[in-house]
């Protein structure tokens, strides 16, 4: 209520003459308080009205809610005195009759989920001013509150506190309380980001639930910064970094992080896209150089009535028609593909020669949606732009099925650079993307012959083609297949030193449970396949410039 200047009152012939006086703007209804007759001002005429009012003698024009100057929902005597003594100035206003409406208390928090011996602390929207606040928890055997709001989780189940000002006003948070987990793990634990570029990293403890209270350590700051406490991750400069994180109670995990330099260019898999009506599929869009990376990128449509698209790329055929779905990096590097939604899946009926997977994309780094056993029967209605990859549908389900598994023999019979990418696809396949299996094939079917080195891609299309090459060509081939089903690979330059520093190469990739390296040059008898640095004594190399596989 806004208090305006009021005429002051005249004593005459002994009795108190009482002024027009502007009055009191109510916030809640635009009306001005104590204007009885709506004139636009209070003034005696006003309190007269209320008196006629009350007395059920009015007939002009009345505006009750005016009227009700002391706000309690009735229009009375009570009301009349008051108008008087305000036009009287023996009240500044009439906020003193005015309900006291108290500040809404709310909690920075409404849930919680916490482990046994975990701490967090409430805020809530009070000030020193707006008085004091205390917290109470209903079941102290679950979890305790202190006078500032810091909950202790003190054992299994669910309490509920509840926050009580001085003024009554009350909220309350739902807690609920895990044993202390017996496992953690993280929720990205081998992500690849560009320069510039942020995500989260949580600890996940006993499988898949969110932990609070794990702190977050980056062993390389200048090339990856973590926050402490929320675990925020921020790309600094081209290199490796791994995070660790300790829970609460002690137990570790790791985040292996590769940063790359910000893209420079981005596309999708396929520049078309068919789907079907009610297909619900994840787009990722990619970088074009090796050297580059983005973790996250954002998704919009130019006709959500056809497609429509969230945040992270999720992209569901709502009618039939076609769409663009355009994606932008972190950095504004944008790629848009068209999506053609159909009908029907068309009549073309294809069965599976081999068990495969049925994938979210046309590449091997896409997730299956189901495996398929061999024998099943599928209606195809697409392809990708390279021609080896099928749209399929099977059943409620929709997606990419490599061609081989659909009764092609070879995609590729003479290897070069630009034929490399389907022979390689077609060896993937074979070896059913096991790493094991792939790195076997590089090992024990490629002939040892001298050869210079080359470009990376020229070594390993000369690999797979004559099926011979020495380190540097099986190396090469190594590099290329892992990053082809999805792993971040590194060229490694060495030496072995039980053969007086001889000159040597290798393949260091960044798997689930950190980098891991790989040999496939018959040096000795043993194996180097996915181990560590431990199992690699009899190589040198420059640890300062490769990262760590512990």
């Not at 079941?139 to 000002?165: R, S």
């Not at 980001?193 to 062993?219: I, Q």
């Not at 079917?445 to 090459?469: D, F, P, T, V």
Request: hydrophobic fraction near 40%; charged fraction near 15%.
């Amino acid at each position: 209520m806004i208090p305006i200047k009021k005429a002051a009152a005249v004593l005459l012939s002994g009795a108190m003459l009482l002024s027009a006086a502007p009055a009191v703007l109510a916030a809640e209804t635009g009306r001005l308080i104590g204007d009885a007759d709506t004139s636009g001002e209070v003034n005696t005429i006003d309190a007269t009205a209320v008196q006629r009012y009350v007395a059920e003698m009015q007939t002009e024009p009345f505006d009750t809610v005016a009227a009700d100057v002391n706000r309690d929902n009735a229009v009375d005597v009570n009301d009349v005195t008051i108008i008087q003594r305000y036009l009287a100035e023996y009240i500044p206003d009439f906020d003193a009759w005015a309900p006291v409406v108290p500040k809404e208390l709310t909690l920075s928090d409404t849930e919680l989920t916490l482990d046994i011996g975990e701490r967090f602390a409430l805020t809530t929207s009070y000030t020193e001013e707006d008085g004091t606040v205390s917290f109470a928890s209903d079941d102290p055997n679950v979890a305790v509150a202190d006078d500032n709001g810091e909950i202790t989780a003190t054992g299994a189940g669910t309490a509920v506190v509840t926050a009580t000002a001085s003024n009554g006003m009350t909220a309350a948070c739902t807690v609920t309380v895990w044993n202390a987990p017996q496992k953690l793990g993280v929720n990205l634990p081998a992500p690849s980001l560009g320069v510039g570029e942020t995500c989260t990293l949580h600890a996940l403890y006993d499988g898949s639930r969110v932990g609070f209270g794990a702190k977050f350590v980056s062993d390389n700051p200048a090339v990856l910064s973590a926050n402490p406490v929320t675990g925020e991750l921020v790309a600094k400069s081209v290199g490796y970094a791994t995070v660790t994180v300790t829970s609460y109670n002690g137990l570790t995990a790791k985040c292996y992080v590769s940063v790359k330099k910000a893209p420079s260019r981005v596309a999708f898999s396929n520049k078309t896209v068919n789907m079907l009506t009610g297909e619900s599929v994840q787009f990722y869009l990619h970088t074009l150089s090796r050297d580059e990376a983005l973790f996250h990128a954002s998704y919009t449509t130019d006709n959500e009535a056809v497609v429509s698209v969230t945040e992270g790329g999720m992209v569901t055929a709502n009618s039939v028609g076609t769409a663009t779905v355009t994606a932008t990096a972190y950095n504004g590097m944008t790629a848009s593909v068209q999506v053609n939604v159909l009908a029907s899946a068309g009549t073309v009926t294809k069965t599976t020669t081999s068990a495969v997977g049925l994938r979210r994309d046309s590449t091997w780094k896409a997730s299956n949606i189901v495996i398929l056993p061999k024998g099943t029967r599928v209606t195809a209605f697409g392809t990708s732009t390279d021609g080896r990859w099928i749209k399929a549908q099977y059943g409620e389900h929709c997606g990419w099925i490599y061609n081989k598994a659909l009764g092609v023999t070879t995609n590729c019979t003479t290897v070069t650079v630009s034929t490399l990418p389907a022979a390689a696809d077609d060896l993937i396949f074979d070896c059913n993307l096991n790493t094991k299996k792939i790195f076997d094939f590089v090992l024990h079917k490629l002939a040892y012959r001298s050869i210079n080195e080359q470009g990376l891609e020229e070594m390993a299309a000369y690999a797979l083609q004559y099926r011979r090459g020495a380190c540097y060509q099986r190396a090469a081939l190594m590099c290329y297949l892992l990053d082809r089903i999805g792993y971040d690979t590194i060229y490694v330059s060495g030496t072995v030193t039980i053969y007086g520093n001889t000159h040597h190469k290798w393949c260091l990739a960044k798997t689930a449970n950190g980098w891991r390296h790989f040999d496939p040059t018959p040096v000795t008898v043993t194996e180097y396949c996915n181990v560590t640095d431990k199992e690699m004594s009899i190589f040198a190399w420059d640890h300062t410039k490769y990262p760590a596989a512990q």
